[in-house]
């Protein structure tokens, strides 16, 4: 599986939660071999639960791994101080993102502590978050923990 | 509540984790008046999953919160990668600790990003988590995405 490939299972995810009313960010973690170990989006809206960004569904649908250094996590949207900590903390070794104009996130300090991260710049990515937080300004910014305007 | 009675409700969530088997760090969220948001404690073992810390599950069971700057969230042991990151994005104005020599996360990051740290050094903190780490040196390096020796 390509990269692109990657990133269309992440966005497929994306969009589903989008149609769920929810935070339209999707993940997926696959192993060095291209093979899927799980995938997720974010559940703020669908389970009433902040805690649950892209990325970390993806995670823990992954389950219990003993290492992540060869792991590739790839999301739709650079990913948040919250993600990229989950990044760092366990040593997940590339990160593909689909886009970071958006949003940027921790996407330099994860580079700058050793991860190998890859923007693959997707206007589809960009067209659907941009869509989403024109429309959605305070869930949008609930979910990053910014005050409302 | 003071400082020592809120940390005594993250203790008994990690005392609470320990019994059940689990990795013992517990956390609660408090609002600024000292009133309790939310509680809870890493969830590895218990629900095999690998995305649920002590501060997290604490943050999810606080539900849904529009800011987070007025907010203390108290922790047995000093935030990992991942919990610093969820903290530093949601803009969680006060992190208590209750220790931070057998791990110490990234606590003076948060410092550097605004965030006021308290570390209480409590021996109850420090005993609880040596004794854990001593029997149990696998599941904790799992916890931390820590390859095994």
């Known amino acids: 599986m390509d990269q692109t490939q990657m990133l269309e299972i992440a966005l497929q995810e994306a969009r589903r939660g989008l149609k769920e009313g929810g935070v339209p960010v999707g993940a997926a973690l696959f192993d060095a071999n291209g093979k899927l170990l799980g995938k997720g989006r974010n559940q703020r809206v669908q389970n009433d639960d902040p805690s649950v960004h892209g990325e970390t569904d993806a995670f823990r649908n992954a389950g219990r791994q003993t290492s992540y250094s060869d792991k590739i996590m790839v999301t739709t949207l650079a990913p948040c101080w919250y993600c990229s900590g989950l990044i760092r903390q366990f040593n997940i070794g590339t990160v593909i993102v689909g886009e970071s104009v958006n949003f940027q996130g921790g996407i ?24 989403f937080i024109r429309d959605n300004p305070a869930l949008w910014n609930e979910d990053i923990g910014e005050a409302s305007p």
Chains 1, 2 share one sequence.
């Open 108 to 131: 330099e300090w994860l580079r700058e502590n050793g991860i190998s991260v890859i923007d693959l710049q997707s206007q589809d990515c960009i067209d659907l978050m941009a869509g």
